[in-house]
Every structure is written in structure tokens, then in C-alpha cells.
């Protein structure tokens, strides 16, 4: 089962609410350097993903390496990947697509859970995160934006990994996926 999503978006944050793992969560975007492996269940790893995408505080080339290694590491083991959570800062999603797409950067959230369902036929739920972030009138205008350019076949879970709000749906269904593709209580083993 693996973590994806731009840097900073809460990642770490939803994988320490969903399994209880004492994994590593900072203020700056960056915080999760390496691709980060904890075995879960018999069988099942969780892979925490560094960022992926434009950051102010990172150079390009350390972009270039990192997108470079999760690229490589979905396509090599696409076969053996259960699930995707890919983790959007959703209270920022619309300002984070217009100040990167005046730079002439691509956003990459949509591409990125596109190239990873049609390319790598892999299973994909996005966690739209931070949702305690801001004003609720902003916060349904980005969720309805992030899902009109994702379409209606993706599922969004609106969750907070602050105030944990919505993470027992999202825990629930990756849950269901898990015990689907024949893992005995992945989650509960942990705790
Ligand atoms: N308000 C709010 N803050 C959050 C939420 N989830 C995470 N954060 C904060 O966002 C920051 C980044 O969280 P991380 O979990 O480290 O994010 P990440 O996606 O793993 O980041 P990288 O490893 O740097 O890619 C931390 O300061 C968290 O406390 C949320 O739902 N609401
Ligand atoms: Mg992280």
C-alpha cells in the first residue's frame, strides 16, 4: 500500500491516523526525504512517499531525483501494489494549481492518480486533506474542483488529519480494498 502525493499535503500525517505507525511529520514541505518502507501485515508494506511535484523549498534537482525514484519504484512494482492514497491539500488545491501554472509548472495531483490508474492499472483513493483549513465555503469549492478534473470513477475522501475528521470513511474503505485483495486485518494489527 502506497502514499502518494505532492509534499507537504499530509501524507505521513493520515498514515500515523490510519495504522498508529511513529512515522516522521514536519512543518516543511520535504519532511519524508526517502522512500520510507514499514512492514504492516503479513505480506503488506506501507510506503510512505517523499512529495512529489514543485516546491519552493526544494532545488529542481532534488525534484528530478525524487520524481525519478517514485516514478521507478510505481512502475517496477505496480503488480504488487495493493492500494494507492494519494493526498491532495485540498484547502489549497485551486491556488496551488493557479501559482504553479503561472510559473509553467503542471499541478501534477490529477495527472499524477491518472498516470497511476490508466498507465499502471493500480488502485487509487485521494484523500482530500486540511479540510479543517480554512473557510468551509473555500474548502467545498476546491473539493468540487479536485473532483470535476478528476472525474466521477475516482473516489474522494474529504478528511483531516489534524482533527481527524472523515478518516474513519476513508480508514473504513481502504479497510475493504485491503481485505478484497485478500489481506486478513490489515490495519488492526498494528494497534
Ligand atoms: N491544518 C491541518 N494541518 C495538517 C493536516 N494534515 C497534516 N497537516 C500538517 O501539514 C504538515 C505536513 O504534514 P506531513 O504529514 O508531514 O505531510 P507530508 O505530505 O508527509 O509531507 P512531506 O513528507 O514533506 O512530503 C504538518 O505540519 C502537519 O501537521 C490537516 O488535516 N489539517
Ligand atoms: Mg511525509
Known amino acids: 500500500m502506497v502514499f502518494t502525493g505532492r509534499p507537504n499535503s499530509g501524507k505521513s500525517s493520515l498514515i500515523r491516523l490510519l495504522t498508529g505507525l511513529r512515522v516522521v511529520i514536519g512543518k516543511m514541505p520535504g519532511t519524508t526525504s526517502r522512500i520510507e518502507r514499514y512492514p504492516i501485515a503479513s505480506g503488506l508494506t506501507l510506503v510512505d512517499m517523499p512529495g512529489y511535484g514543485r ?3 526544494s532545488s529542481r534537482e532534488r525534484e528530478e531525483e525524487t520524481k ?5 519504484f510505481l512502475q517496477d512494482n505496480a503488480e504488487g501494489i495493493a492500494l494507492v492514497v494519494h493526498t491532495v491539500n485540498v484547502s489549497t488545491f485551486l491556488e496551488t494549481e493557479a501559482r504553479l501554472g503561472r510559473k509553467g509548472f503542471i499541478p501534477l495531483d490529477v ?4 498516470y497511476m490508474r490508466r498507465d499502471l492499472g493500480l ?16 474548502i467545498m469549492e476546491n473539493l468540487e474542483a479536485l473532483r470535476g478534473q478528476l472525474g466521477p470513477t475516482v473516489p474522494v475522501y474529504p478528511v483531516s488529519a489534524r482533527t481527524g475528521e472523515g ?8 479497510h475493504r480494498r485491503l481485505v ?6 490489515p490495519l488492526e494489527l498494528l494497534r
Open 55 to 57: 516546491s519552493l523549498r
Open 68 to 72: 525519478d525514484s517514485i516514478l521507478g
Open 111 to 114: 495527472e499524477m492518480v491518472q
Open 123 to 138: 488502485q487509487v483513493l485521494v484523500a482530500a486533506n486540511k479540510i479543517d483549513k480554512g473557510g468551509t465555503e473555500e
Open 167 to 174: 478518516v474513519g470513511e476513508l480508514k473504513a474503505e481502504v
Open 180 to 185: 478484497e485483495r485478500g489481506f486478513r486485518s
